[in-house]
């Protein structure tokens, strides 16, 4: 289908919206190749959807010291993640509020405090700034240092995951997650899980929407894309990823549960643990999954995935962020996630098994990488059919969801469908409004 696409960067942020309305029709199947590549569109999204939204900055365990802290990133603002003397967690600005200095320029370390390399100004981890090189001599009594405190940034947390936001009016994040918490507790809170090494990182020269349009639902190209899995005896065949369930929730989350298995894959000496932290219904989620693929909305994708590595069956669990950059650039950000009380042997295997399949080395980021690029290349073509495709979305159109799954959410029964990409820009669309 072929729509005209204006010139969007002469329009008024309310004629954009008003085109988006006309243009982007999810419940009808139609997505325009523009929002992949447009730059206008880009700027729209940072002010309405990620200045706006929760977007995740950490897991819990990568400060697990009092006064370890960490720099990440909050809609392109460098942001301080600091444990405090008191163990509260904060986030503040990386800027000194005397000249707006960039504060902290390591990517981690353990402080007690932070002083800007330009005037001195020395920081508490807490926010309060607690010393003014030769204050009484170039201030007397007129600087008061209770004014000049770090600028705080909104986070909140679930199960080690942590989240931050500029927007003070944002609904608290345990509202944004919503039901979709239910599998959140499968992936991170079935055991206390930790991050083993720092995060892996690396530049794709693709729009972020397509990492997370591909893994809030898409395993229909998992038989083509990944085929070779399955020629390499890790599967058992191409198109195993179709069977299980696909379903999502308010506010664009959505994910892919493969099912059944007939194997465990997690680590026996954990049951126990994992009884105790799920409900009767999420464990029997947990102990027949074959794999578990989705998205917190916008950016952040999860992966448990079960495959079978020098003959023997491992599983690893691990989030990315699809970081933007630009209209069709983005930073890759992965961590690696394990049971903190499994085996050591089962660790190491696990984290063979995460480098050997998601890791910018591994058999499945490379296959998908190259399917991202290539789209985005295609979308910021000159040629007129390129600039004015609408992509398919059609899939599943025609089928009802299931009632009878224990979990919360929209269901279906198996996972080739577009249900969760149609829920995913529904609500990325009803955020460009504003």
Known sequence: MIKTKKNLDKMTDNEKVDYLNETVL???????????????????????????????IGHESEIPNKNDYMLRDVAGYSVIISRTADNEIK??????????????????GNNASFVCSYHGFNFKNNGDLIGVPLQKDIYG?????????????????????????????AEPLTYFLGDFKWYLDILVGRADMEVVGPPQRFILHSNWKIGADNFVGDSY?????????????????????KMGYQIHTKNGHGLNL????????????????????????????????????????????????????????????????????????????AWFLVEK????EWKKRSRESFILTFSPSGI????????????????????????????????????KPVTDFAGPGIVYDDKFTEANQRNFYRYWLDLMKG
């Not at 609408?390 to 089928?399: F, P, Q």
């Open 258 to 333: 493969g099912m059944p298995n007939p194997d465990f894959a997690f680590p026996e000496d954990l049951k126990s643990e994992y009884k105790s932290n799920l409900s009767n219904e999420q464990y029997e989620v947990l102990a027949n999954l074959k794999n578990m693929i989705g998205n917190i909305f916008p950016n952040l994708s999860f992966l448990i995935s079960h495959t079978k590595i020098k003959d023997q069956l491992i599983s690893n669990t691990s989030i990315r962020l699809w970081k933007p950059i630009d209209n069709g650039k983005m930073e890759v950000i």
């Open 141 to 169: 009594d007129t600087l008061d240092k209770s004014k000049l405190g770090l600028i705080e940034v909104r986070i909140e947390s679930y199960k080690g995951l942590l989240f931050g936001t500029w927007n003070e009016e």
């Open 91 to 108: 986030a503040f600005y990386n800027m000194c509020t005397h000249r707006g200095m960039k504060l902290c320029r390591a990517d981690k």
């Open 341 to 344: 009380n499994a085996p050591e």
């Open 364 to 399: 499945f980021e490379q296959d998908d990488t190259e399917v991202f690029t290539d789209i985005t290349q295609a979308a910021t073509g000159h040629m007129p059919v390129m600039k004015e495709l609408t992509y398919n979305y059609t899939m599943g159109l025609h089928r």
């Open 26 to 56: 999810p419940e009808e199947g139609s997505i325009p190749a523009y929002i992949l590549a447009d730059p206008s569109i880009y700027e729209l999204e940072h002010k309405n959807v990620f200045m706006k939204t929760w977007v995740f």
């Open 221 to 241: 190209h998992t038989m083509v894309t990944h085929g070779s899995i399955a020629k390499l005896g890790m599967v058992p065949s191409a198109t195993y990823s």
